[in-house]
């Protein structure tokens, strides 16, 4: 949950009690109380967490392993493909607990290797579209849509934008290059799968802190 939206239930919350409170007998210092508990909290949620204490609570909670499993899927789809254009994967993170931890604000992430240098020759233009799309395209692939994979798609973006090719050959390498990702993960649809339950497995959670053995 953004801060934005938290910040809009947490007020209309409020409002409803107000309007209810005289009906339900409720004394206006329990309204007062909980508007300040309300901005408190979105108070500590901002200082503390970067305003992703609402995604923390829903992935803790009984549907959360439905968004982590997502998450997963799509990570476990830039790890396959990195694996298969042998860019070195640093690290993979699932939820946004494992990501607040280190220090990044982010439900997931696959951090790679940077690139030796910033103006790239087409061919490793082309491996950076593979991996960097895969995670989008697991996500359809396996949902019918894709919910993250904004990130990527702004550092393809500036990628290619360094490189001096132009937009029209941009947008074309990068469809191939789509086609191709999607033809990998149908061919290992199986791998893809296990490997993001087994990401799954080891995403910390709020109330269960040390990752399940995988």
């Known amino acids: 949950m953004a801060e934005p939206l938290a910040a809009g239930i947490a007020v209309a919350l409020v409002s409803v009690l107000a309007v209810l409170a005289p009906l339900l007998g409720l004394s206006p210092w329990l309204i007062t109380l909980v508007a300040a508990l309300a901005l408190g909290s979105l108070t500590l949620d901002a200082a503390r967490f970067g305003g992703r204490g609402g995604h923390l609570l829903a992935e803790a909670l ?42 990044i604000s982010s439900g997931g992430c696959t951090e790679l290797e940077p690139p030796a240098a910033a103006k790239l020759p087409l061919s490793d233009l082309r491996r950076w579209s593979r991996v960097l799309q895969a995670g989008i395209v697991a996500e359809q692939l396996h949902y019918g849509q894709a919910i993250g994979g904004a990130d990527d798609r702004a550092l393809l973006g500036r990628l290619w934008g360094l490189s001096g090719h132009d937009a029209a050959t941009a947008q074309r390498e990068q469809r191939q290059a789509r086609r191709e990702v999607e033809q990998a993960l149908k061919a290992c649809e199986h791998d893809l799968l296990q490997r993001a339950e087994l990401l799954l497995l080891a995403a910390p959670r709020l109330g269960r802190t040390t990752p399940a053995a995988a």
Do not use: D, N, T
């Not at 439905?66 to 699932?94: N, Y």
């Open 62 to 103: 009984p549907g959360g392993q439905r968004r982590l499993r997502r998450i997963a899927v799509h990570e476990a789809g830039h790890l396959l493909i990195a694996s298969a254009e042998a860019i070195p994967v640093r690290q993979v993170l699932v939820g946004s607990l494992a990501c607040l931890r280190a220090g």
